[in-house]
């Protein structure tokens, strides 16, 4: 009803430019095996989209095992009791659907598109993939060579390809974090079968997971199909997770990685922070659109307008439940070095430690901020893993609607103060990721 | 009694009706969802503009595009024109200078792009006038600028070096330059020559021939009213002069008479690209459109494709790989593609062919149709009622002159097509004999199990041209570390001219960082040595070799040589080969190119040196250093030997530095002369 009486007023106020940024209904209860379950209904198309979120990435594998989280997710796609090997990408397109998953180094997601009349379909699926896929040494074997051709073609044989690589090894080192997601090729080899099933066992449960719907759907129905198809999956062993705290760095850290893919080299300054739940990733995320965001950011306008020493040169935050990471980067113009570029990164990161941001600056990073969260709410499938995400990970669902006030609420102070907090010299890791003399 | 069993049987009802739901069965879709396909609401400006609009009021955003549909333009000897005008656009107006107007555009907080064919964004709804009077501002009435076409060409030029290493970019560009061929619009590439051709005038011609409203469309979805839009477009829009795009004759694309690979090395690639295409006239008014979508789909549309089935599911080839085939007005291409390691190259080409093979001789399954069909009409139903959707509808019905009914009848003419029209249409589209079968690899790996698929291969380098077959080959047991260095001192002079060389001293200037760098290097045949690096006048560093011991000046710091570099030194001379061929140590560890040549590696110790297989004469020498606890290699090409006193000496080196090529050229050699004792104090 509220729903309805929102799209009401926005039809009347359209154009007159009053309305904020939209507000998104959901509804949440858990299941008795500990199975959360969030339903946001949007009528507007004919889709629907299904999606299972599992607390389980990178940062939960063995050291001498990286890779496996993301290898696991291959496997749920082998089959299950009741979907022959094979046969699973055939029942979604049959049905009109579309679907994929991806795993970071905190969590996995999978998810279904599809028209509205094929929700039970998708509930369905999702269900038998919680509840008894069948994990066997064939889907083994050939997912083994798929996630190897995986990591050859997005990373060994692409340009900057080992960035992420060269920049955790340096940043963390105790966290796994250290490691990459899609892992070493050695590691990828020397996975086994009871090793997968220990791991399904371990971590697929629905205690583990939050559920989402989202779409053109019947709510009354849908909690029957979720009823019928979930609660009875047991619930697992509560997960004991190992906590690893990193020293923080306090001398600055100086390294070289050598890529044969590429031809010009890219220097980056890369930051620790904390986690994405701490109101300071918010906060560095302004400081990123204030150096970099647009053509009149300062660092594009400074190196590439005006100095004309980088061919390109960007920061941002990337966030992370454990930790995030914080980057600045340039590609250096032919005959500039990467000394160019890092004397005018210096003084602009110095400046904005220092002095406050103008309010002119201050009113465009609202209206930018404002802009990219609605953009981010703008599909059925972008609302389903930010609900998913906020959940499992922020531990607040409500963020979805209250991210853009915590945007506000941060002043032009505190943009400095954080920026000051984390951005010191002493802190970062310099590297030159530069090519490799193949020819 | 009665009553307890009645609560049993309640109980057991209602436990069995949970268990009861039959997981084997798996779920029936309900009943279709009905498809709403909007229409947008439109005008035309007296200029040609035609303005398409779907308000849409679920968030307060609107996303605008302003499309120019004038099909390809041949660049020819200027390609890059159509790059440098885009990225000129959106650099400041006649009133606006470029930091204002990027100051207006990023207050707003847009999301925008700008090019010559299409320019567009995002923004909130409350700043659209004001972001849509910026953008009209920005193409109707823009300033092109001679320091901001240095600027963006020199960016051009970098950007091309981003990716020229990539085997996914080297492939994407030859396979289209071979396909389309170079003088068609689809098979141009940027090179360094064809972007410095172009000069400001260029652009202004080419912005002036090419921007024009004739057959432009500006399409707004999002939260505006339809009267609104109407009264700004017109405002901002009405001074566009009217004028028809120029259309350019170019050559059209033909097909192979017979099956060919068309192999490119590149040494360093873990996989190997490879796609096998021909070309296409296909238009979406085609009778036979939807069948040849669907032969494409069952053959390789996606993850329930038959070229992704075999190569990924059944063998753990590829993380992917599928096929492509679209409608257009324009000549097209039929393409499917992988990238496979390197070992598996050629099963994977012969699998992809028999995929290929088999979709035109049998006739697919009514599973397989029916399947193809069911993606096709489930991807229309879920897009058909978003906005952006009804508005990409709209324009493609007017780009690609289509029937207006062409949408409403989407679904019933998928589900009409039969198994064989799906048949005729692989027949006719797919060219089983005369395909054209691009491989970007590692040729060391790849290239025999190619050439045994009896398929006959044409060799192109990085640049689509044509070039010899890349040498794979074994050293002959007749050739040895010895004789090579022999040779090399015997094509440089001979030993008896070496003898008597005493001295050398050799300038050389580079250019780093647009300065000059001197560097003046003296060599006694006894072993000593010197080194003077100047710029501008002033030394930056000196070293200095007395034979036994040494040292290094840098910048007024003077360090004694010790370890690694001291040996090094030690183990040179003029011509170190002379001290090489008495040293057991030297190795032939077989044939590698430089360059476009092979030459013989061989190995000495921690440096490794290349001899060009023909000439005999050395032209790489690569050197691992320890760098702050890093191994480095850094490598030094020679080249132009010329003759001096007797012995020819390189009078070209490049070495690469921190991915910069810096390349050292000889202005003043002198042999016997200009040294004296002092240069070695």
């Given at each position: 009803m509220k729903k309805i009486f929102l799209s009401l007023g926005l039809l009347f106020m359209g154009g007159v430019g009053v309305v904020s940024a939209q507000h998104i209904e959901f509804e949440e209860y858990t299941l008795s095996n500990g199975l959360h379950v969030i339903l946001h209904q949007d009528k507007s198309v004919p889709v629907v989209t299904t999606s299972v979120m599992y607390h389980v990435g990178a940062k939960d594998e063995q050291p001498d095992r990286t890779g496996f989280a993301h290898f696991f997710e291959h496997l749920l796609f082998e089959g299950t009791e009741n979907i022959g090997r094979g046969d699973w990408f055939k029942i979604v397109s049959a049905n009109g659907g579309q679907n994929n998953a991806n795993t970071s180094d905190d969590r996995t997601y999978y998810y279904e598109t599809f028209p509205s009349n094929n929700l039970q379909l998708s509930l369905w699926m999702e269900a038998e993939r919680m509840l008894h896929p069948v994990i066997n040494q064939i889907g083994v074997d050939t997912q083994r060579e798929v996630v190897k051709e995986e990591k050859r073609l997005g990373v060994d044989n692409r340009p900057y390809g080992r960035l992420f690589e060269a920049v955790k090894s340096n940043i963390f080192k105790h966290h796994p974090y250290r490691w990459t997601t899609i892992g070493d090729m050695d590691h990828i080899d020397a996975a086994t079968l009871a090793e997968f099933q220990a791991f399904f066992k371990k971590f697929y449960i629905p205690n583990n997971a939050v559920l989402v719907v989202a779409g053109d759907f019947d709510k009354a129905q849908a909690k029957k199909w979720i009823d019928e198809y979930f609660a009875s999956i047991p619930k697992g062993a509560d997960i004991v997770r190992k906590q690893y705290t990193e020293e923080p760095i306090t001398k600055q850290i100086n390294a070289k990685f050598e890529d044969e893919n590429i031809q010009i080299p890219m220097l980056l300054n890369v930051y620790r922070t904390p986690s994405f739940k701490e109101r300071d990733t918010y906060a560095l995320d302004l400081v990123s659109d204030v150096l970099s965001s647009g053509k009149s950011s300062r660092l594009y306008r400074r190196l590439v307008d005006k100095e004309k020493t980088a061919l390109d040169v960007s920061s941002f935050i990337y966030p992370q439940e454990d930790y995030g990471t914080y980057f600045i980067y340039g590609l250096p113009m032919t005959g500039k070095t990467m000394e160019d570029m890092q004397i005018s990164i210096d003084e602009e990161v110095n400046r904005i430690c220092t002095e406050l941001i103008t309010e002119d600056e201050y009113q465009k990073l609202l209206n930018k901020v404002e802009n990219s969260v609605v953009s981010q709410n703008s599909s059925t499938d972008g609302v389903a893993h930010n609900l998913a995400t906020y959940y499992l990970l922020y531990k607040d669902v409500n963020l979805i609607n209250k991210e853009i006030d915590i945007y506000r609420s941060i002043t032009r102070e505190e943009i400095r103060d954080v920026a000051k907090k984390y951005l010191k010299p002493n802190q970062r890791l310099v590297l030159d990721y530069v090519p490799k003399n193949a020819e | 009694m009665k009553k307890s069993l009645y609560i049993f049987l309640v109980l057991l009802l209602s436990v069995s009706m949970q268990a009861q739901v039959d997981r084997s069965v798996q779920p029936k879709p309900g009943p279709a969802p009905k498809v709403n396909l909007g229409k947008p609401q439109s005008f035309k400006l007296p200029n040609g503009l035609t303005v398409l609009v779907v308000e849409n009021h679920k968030l307060p955003q609107v996303n605008f595009n302003l499309y120019l549909d004038n099909g390809p333009t041949l660049e020819g000897n200027k390609k890059g024109v159509d790059d440098l005008a885009s990225s000129l656009l959106g650099t400041g107006t006649s009133k606006l200078s470029k930091d204002q107007f990027n100051e207006k555009l990023d207050y707003y907080g847009a999301s925008l792009f700008f090019s010559v064919h299409s320019t567009g964004g995002s923004t909130l709804s409350r700043y659209f006038p004001e972001v849509l009077n910026l953008i009209a501002q920005g193409v109707l009435d823009p300033v092109?600028?001679?320091?901001?076409?240095?600027?963006?060409?020199?960016?051009?030029?970098?950007?091309?070096?981003?990716?020229?290493?990539?085997?996914?970019?080297?492939?994407?560009?030859?396979?289209?330059?071979?396909?389309?061929?170079?003088?068609?619009?689809?098979?141009?590439?940027?090179?360094?020559?064809?972007?410095?051709?172009?000069?400001?005038?260029?652009?202004?011609?080419?912005?002036?021939?090419?921007?024009?409203?004739?057959?432009?469309?500006?399409?707004?979805?999002?939260?505006?009213?339809?009267?609104?839009?109407?009264?700004?477009?017109?405002?901002?829009?009405?001074?566009?002069?009217?004028?028809?795009?120029?259309?350019?004759?170019?050559?059209?694309?033909?097909?192979?008479?017979?099956?060919?690979?068309?192999?490119?090395?590149?040494?360093?690639?873990?996989?190997?690209?490879?796609?096998?295409?021909?070309?296409?006239?296909?238009?979406?008014?085609?009778?036979?459109?939807?069948?040849?979508?669907?032969?494409?789909?069952?053959?390789?549309?996606?993850?329930?494709?038959?070229?992704?089935?075999?190569?990924?599911?059944?063998?753990?080839?590829?993380?992917?790989?599928?096929?492509?085939?679209?409608?257009?007005?324009?000549?097209?291409?039929?393409?499917?593609?992988?990238?496979?390691?390197?070992?598996?190259?050629?099963?994977?080409?012969?699998?992809?062919?028999?995929?290929?093979?088999?979709?035109?001789?049998?006739?697919?399954?009514?599973?397989?149709?029916?399947?193809?069909?069911?993606?096709?009409?489930?991807?229309?139903?879920?897009?058909?009622?978003?906005?952006?959707?009804?508005?990409?509808?709209?324009?493609?019905?007017?780009?690609?002159?289509?029937?207006?009914?062409?949408?409403?009848?989407?679904?019933?003419?998928?589900?009409?097509?039969?198994?064989?029209?799906?048949?005729?249409?692989?027949?006719?589209?797919?060219?089983?004999?005369?395909?054209?079968?691009?491989?970007?690899?590692?040729?060391?790996?790849?290239?025999?199990?190619?050439?045994?698929?009896?398929?006959?291969?044409?060799?192109?380098?990085?640049?689509?041209?044509?070039?010899?077959?890349?040498?794979?080959?074994?050293?002959?047991?007749?050739?040895?570390?010895?004789?090579?260095?022999?040779?090399?001192?015997?094509?440089?002079?001979?030993?008896?001219?070496?003898?008597?060389?005493?001295?050398?001293?050799?300038?050389?200037?580079?250019?780093?960082?647009?300065?000059?760098?001197?560097?003046?290097?003296?060599?006694?045949?006894?072993?000593?040595?010197?080194?003077?690096?100047?710029?501008?006048?002033?030394?930056?560093?000196?070293?200095?070799?007395?034979?036994?011991?040494?040292?290094?000046?840098?910048?007024?710091?003077?360090?004694?040589?010790?370890?690694?570099?001291?040996?090094?030194?030690?183990?040179?001379?003029?011509?170190?080969?002379?001290?090489?061929?008495?040293?057991?140590?030297?190795?032939?560890?077989?044939?590698?190119?430089?360059?476009?040549?092979?030459?013989?590696?061989?190995?000495?110790?921690?440096?490794?040196?290349?001899?060009?297989?023909?000439?005999?004469?050395?032209?790489?020498?690569?050197?691992?250093?320890?760098?702050?606890?890093?191994?480095?290699?850094?490598?030094?090409?020679?080249?132009?030997?010329?003759?001096?006193?007797?012995?020819?000496?390189?009078?070209?080196?490049?070495?690469?530095m921190m991915g910069m090529d810096i390349e050292m050229n000889v202005t003043d050699a002198k042999v016997n002369e200009g040294v004296s004792d002092a240069d070695f104090k």
């Amino acid at each position: 009803m509220k729903k309805i009486f929102l799209s009401l007023g926005l039809l009347f106020m359209g154009g007159v430019g009053v309305v904020s940024a939209q507000h998104i209904e959901f509804e949440e209860y858990t299941l008795s095996n500990g199975l959360h379950v969030i339903l946001h209904q949007d009528k507007s198309v004919p889709v629907v989209t299904t999606s299972v979120m599992y607390h389980v990435g990178a940062k939960d594998e063995q050291p001498d095992r990286t890779g496996f989280a993301h290898f696991f997710e291959h496997l749920l796609f082998e089959g299950t009791e009741n979907i022959g090997r094979g046969d699973w990408f055939k029942i979604v397109s049959a049905n009109g659907g579309q679907n994929n998953a991806n795993t970071s180094d905190d969590r996995t997601y999978y998810y279904e598109t599809f028209p509205s009349n094929n929700l039970q379909l998708s509930l369905w699926m999702e269900a038998e993939r919680m509840l008894h896929p069948v994990i066997n040494q064939i889907g083994v074997d050939t997912q083994r060579e798929v996630v190897k051709e995986e990591k050859r073609l997005g990373v060994d044989n692409r340009p900057y390809g080992r960035l992420f690589e060269a920049v955790k090894s340096n940043i963390f080192k105790h966290h796994p974090y250290r490691w990459t997601t899609i892992g070493d090729m050695d590691h990828i080899d020397a996975a086994t079968l009871a090793e997968f099933q220990a791991f399904f066992k371990k971590f697929y449960i629905p205690n583990n997971a939050v559920l989402v719907v989202a779409g053109d759907f019947d709510k009354a129905q849908a909690k029957k199909w979720i009823d019928e198809y979930f609660a009875s999956i047991p619930k697992g062993a509560d997960i004991v997770r190992k906590q690893y705290t990193e020293e923080p760095i306090t001398k600055q850290i100086n390294a070289k990685f050598e890529d044969e893919n590429i031809q010009i080299p890219m220097l980056l300054n890369v930051y620790r922070t904390p986690s994405f739940k701490e109101r300071d990733t918010y906060a560095l995320d302004l400081v990123s659109d204030v150096l970099s965001s647009g053509k009149s950011s300062r660092l594009y306008r400074r190196l590439v307008d005006k100095e004309k020493t980088a061919l390109d040169v960007s920061s941002f935050i990337y966030p992370q439940e454990d930790y995030g990471t914080y980057f600045i980067y340039g590609l250096p113009m032919t005959g500039k070095t990467m000394e160019d570029m890092q004397i005018s990164i210096d003084e602009e990161v110095n400046r904005i430690c220092t002095e406050l941001i103008t309010e002119d600056e201050y009113q465009k990073l609202l209206n930018k901020v404002e802009n990219s969260v609605v953009s981010q709410n703008s599909s059925t499938d972008g609302v389903a893993h930010n609900l998913a995400t906020y959940y499992l990970l922020y531990k607040d669902v409500n963020l979805i609607n209250k991210e853009i006030d915590i945007y506000r609420s941060i002043t032009r102070e505190e943009i400095r103060d954080v920026a000051k907090k984390y951005l010191k010299p002493n802190q970062r890791l310099v590297l030159d990721y530069v090519p490799k003399n193949a020819e | 009694m009665k009553k307890s069993l009645y609560i049993f049987l309640v109980l057991l009802l209602s436990v069995s009706m949970q268990a009861q739901v039959d997981r084997s069965v798996q779920p029936k879709p309900g009943p279709a969802p009905k498809v709403n396909l909007g229409k947008p609401q439109s005008f035309k400006l007296p200029n040609g503009l035609t303005v398409l609009v779907v308000e849409n009021h679920k968030l307060p955003q609107v996303n605008f595009n302003l499309y120019l549909d004038n099909g390809p333009t041949l660049e020819g000897n200027k390609k890059g024109v159509d790059d440098l005008a885009s990225s000129l656009l959106g650099t400041g107006t006649s009133k606006l200078s470029k930091d204002q107007f990027n100051e207006k555009l990023d207050y707003y907080g847009a999301s925008l792009f700008f090019s010559v064919h299409s320019t567009g964004g995002s923004t909130l709804s409350r700043y659209f006038p004001e972001v849509l009077n910026l953008i009209a501002q920005g193409v109707l009435d823009p300033v092109f600028r001679g320091d901001e076409l240095e600027s963006e060409r020199a960016k051009l030029l970098d950007g091309i070096k981003v990716g020229e290493k990539s085997a996914q970019e080297i492939a994407g560009r030859v396979r289209k330059a071979l396909v389309y061929g170079k003088g068609n619009p689809s098979g141009e590439f940027l090179r360094e020559e064809t972007i410095n051709n172009i000069s400001l005038s260029d652009i202004q011609e080419y912005y002036k021939t090419y921007f024009v409203p004739e057959n432009a469309y500006l399409v707004i979805v999002g939260d505006v009213k339809f009267g609104d839009v109407k009264k700004l477009v017109t405002s901002n829009f009405s001074s566009w002069k009217k004028a028809a795009s120029p259309k350019k004759a170019y050559p059209e694309p033909v097909n192979l008479t017979a099956t060919e690979i068309d192999f490119v090395d590149v040494p360093h690639a873990v996989q190997s690209e490879i796609s096998v295409s021909n070309v296409v006239n296909l238009k979406m008014t085609d009778p036979d459109y939807f069948a040849a979508l669907l032969a494409n789909q069952i053959l390789g549309g996606g993850g329930e494709g038959r070229l992704f089935l075999n190569l990924r599911e059944a063998h753990g080839w590829t993380y992917g790989s599928y096929s492509r085939l679209r409608g257009d007005k324009h000549t097209s291409d039929f393409t499917a593609s992988a990238s496979v390691r390197n070992a598996v190259t050629d099963s994977a080409v012969v699998e992809m062919l028999g995929e290929i093979k088999r979709i035109r001789i049998e006739l697919p399954t009514q599973a397989d149709l029916d399947l193809a069909k069911a993606k096709y009409v489930g991807s229309f139903v879920m897009n058909a009622e978003k906005p952006a959707t009804i508005a990409n509808l709209a324009t493609y019905e007017k780009t690609q002159s289509l029937p207006a009914t062409f949408y409403q009848d989407y679904i019933k003419n998928i589900n009409a097509v039969t198994l064989e029209q799906v048949n005729a249409a692989a027949k006719k589209y797919f060219m089983y004999d005369a395909l054209r079968i691009v491989v970007v690899g590692k040729a060391a790996e790849v290239l025999p199990s190619l050439e045994a698929l009896n398929i006959p291969i044409k060799y192109y380098d990085k640049y689509a041209d044509a070039t010899e077959k890349p040498s794979v080959k074994d050293v002959d047991p007749n050739v040895t570390a010895t004789s090579v260095l022999e040779k090399y001192i015997r094509n440089i002079g001979g030993l008896q001219a070496i003898d008597k060389v005493n001295t050398v001293a050799i300038t050389y200037v580079a250019k780093v960082q647009g300065q000059e760098m001197k560097t003046v290097s003296k060599q006694t045949a006894s072993g000593k040595s010197s080194q003077e690096v100047s710029m501008m006048g002033m030394v930056m560093a000196r070293t200095v070799f007395d034979g036994e011991k040494g040292f290094m000046v840098v910048q007024g710091q003077k360090k004694e040589m010790t370890g690694d570099v001291l040996e090094a030194l030690k183990s040179g001379g003029i011509i170190p080969e002379t001290k090489m061929l008495k040293s057991g140590d030297v190795k032939i560890a077989g044939i590698e190119k430089v360059g476009d040549n092979d030459a013989y590696k061989i190995v000495d110790g921690k440096k490794t040196i290349f001899y060009d297989q023909a000439t005999g004469l050395k032209v790489a020498e690569e050197a691992t250093v320890d760098m702050e606890g890093q191994q480095i290699t850094q490598r030094t090409l020679f080249g132009d030997y010329r003759e001096v006193g007797g012995i020819k000496i390189p009078f070209k080196q490049t070495t690469n530095m921190m991915g910069m090529d810096i390349e050292m050229n000889v202005t003043d050699a002198k042999v016997n002369e200009g040294v004296s004792d002092a240069d070695f104090k």
